[in-house]
């Protein structure tokens, strides 16, 4: 071998060598840091205690791939903002709580768990208490006393938690990608259970949603989206949506499933699709070809006093798919084009052109229940005179107000494949490299082109999710919560048969 072949050889060996002695001594070095009260490295007193949490998310932070584990039974004093970092899984026992603390005078938008700029961040396995009594001095839905808030993160797997009774968002994430949400009971927030802006690649199934001032689900100007096996309920007289998409024109939203989901008793409607503001007014691409389907509405749309609910409420969204569900007592109307909508607050929600149109078909439509502001109880109502339904073979009975208005013709679009959804959960893909862009690429799932499968197979299928949900919480949550989701599923599958 000559000189520089052996130069060459030393060289690739080292360079070998310190890449294994890199890799094994940062494997090495991932470890659990143990927050609690008595046996903990890093004990806490219940006073402050995110002190000693954030000392352990530090110390995981300096050793990539670390978890921070909270030892219950054990209520953690939250009275400033926990930093997760990249590469770090926060978990706990299930009877470990985070707690806000009283009276905090904290500004908006600060948040109990807090990232920017992270990436593969894990959370999962302990509950949030958002303390909202003992926060009164703060409004809700206003941005104060978010639960977790990441900003241009991704990666990111939030699990297995019980969130509850606060000001804001459960999970709120903005300018980031690849967010899985799921097998999560959220309760009586303040705002969305899950809210996401200016994001790619998220996919939200198996969370059990009871609203109290907005949505269950909420999506904004984001795209490549799964929504699927949520059941989403409302506190009484309270709540928004049960899942809210919304576009501003500023990023394309075309690539959406929602499938598989029972909405009940939500306040306001069931799904509402909006698109907010002129920005690409012109171009319908920016909202277009949402696919509804095998979802349940069932009384959806309590709320007397807006014009906005129903079951499926669409304004401005181009060519929406609506099949294969079930709509059961909603209020209003179960489907409706609807524009210049007055939303909460006084808001006015208009549509930024006019000739939507959406298709409809394979629907059961019954019992649909008259609404001062909505309608006497249509089937399929087209508020709007620009807009059109395009339907076909819905099963409809028992509409006071009828089963049609105006503007609606028979056609089954043909040109538009029925669909079977996946529920099968995606895998983590490769983080957009411009975030400007990522709009462009339509590629990150794609909905298989297959036949619907009959709604007794679903429904059976909803029976089998439930039984195994309930299974699981036995196992990773307090009895209390157990015995309550056991009880809240008997009532829901008496509604499925």
């Not at 920017?116 to 999962?124: C, L, S």
């Not at 941005?143 to 969130?163: A, S």
């Amino acid at each position: 071998m000559s000189g520089r072949k052996k130069f060459l050889f030393r060289s690739l060996m080292i360079y070998l060598a310190v890449l294994f002695i890199s890799t094994f001594s940062a494997n090495a070095m991932a470890a659990i840091y143990y927050v609690g009260k008595d046996s903990a490295e890093f004990r806490c007193d219940g006073k402050n205690d995110h002190i000693q949490i954030n000392k352990a998310l530090k110390k995981a932070a300096e050793n990539s791939g670390s978890t921070v584990y909270l030892q219950g039974p054990f209520t953690f004093d939250i009275r400033d903002t926990l930093n997760i970092d990249s590469n770090t899984t926060l978990t706990g026992d299930k009877n470990a709580v985070l707690k806000l603390g009283n009276s905090l005078k904290w500004p908006k938008y600060k948040a109990m768990i807090y990232a920017v700029g992270k990436r593969n961040i894990t959370i999962h396995g302990f509950e949030i208490n958002g303390n909202h009594d003992g926060n009164k001095q703060s409004p809700r839905g206003e941005g104060y006393f978010n639960m977790t808030f990441l900003v241009n993160c991704h990666n990111i797997n939030f699990y297995d938690m019980y969130l509850h009774d606060s000001h804001g968002d459960g999970l709120r994430v903005k300018r980031g990608s690849n967010v899985k949400f799921h097998n999560n009971i959220v309760e009586r927030l303040g705002h969305d259970g899950l809210f996401c802006l200016d994001m790619k690649n998220l996919e939200a199934y198996n969370n059990r949603f009871t609203t109290r001032n907005n949505s269950g689900i909420r999506a904004n100007n984001s795209n490549n989206i799964k929504i699927y096996n949520n059941y989403i309920t409302a506190v009484y007289k309270n709540g928004g949506p049960g899942i809210q998409l919304e576009s501003h024109g500023t990023s394309k939203m075309n690539n959406i499933a929602i499938y598989n989901n029972i909405l009940q008793d939500t306040y306001g409607p069931g799904i509402w699709l909006i698109r907010v503001g002129n920005t690409n007014k012109n171009d319908k691409s920016y909202a277009h070809g949402v696919r509804i389907s095998s979802n349940k509405f069932l009384n959806t749309g309590l709320n007397i006093g807006a014009d906005w609910v129903g079951g499926v409420v669409i304004c401005g969204w181009e060519q929406t798919v609506i099949e294969n569900n079930i709509f059961d007592g909603c209020h209003g109307a179960a489907v409706t084009h609807r524009h210049f909508i007055t939303a909460k607050g006084g808001r006015i929600i208009r549509a930024t052109e006019g000739n939507y149109t959406s298709i409809v078909r394979d629907n059961k439509i019954s019992n649909t229940r008259p609404h001062s502001k909505v309608g006497p109880g249509i089937g399929i109502y087209n508020f709007s005179p620009t807009d059109l339904f395009k339907i076909s073979n819905n099963d409809m009975s028992n509409n006071p107000g009828g089963n049609f208005s105006k503007n609606t013709v028979n056609d089954a679009v043909d040109s538009i494949d029925k669909y079977t959804f996946d529920a099968t959960p995606f895998e983590f893909g490769d983080i957009p490299s411009d975030m400007d862009t990522w709009n462009d690429d339509p590629e990150f799932f794609s909905l298989p082109e297959t036949t619907l499968k009959p709604v007794s197979e679903r429904t059976a299928r909803v029976h089998e999710f439930f039984t195994k949900s309930i299974e699981h919480y036995k196992k990773t949550h307090p009895y209390n919560l157990y015995e309550l989701y056991k009880q809240r599923c008997a009532e829901l599958n008496k509604n499925l048969k």
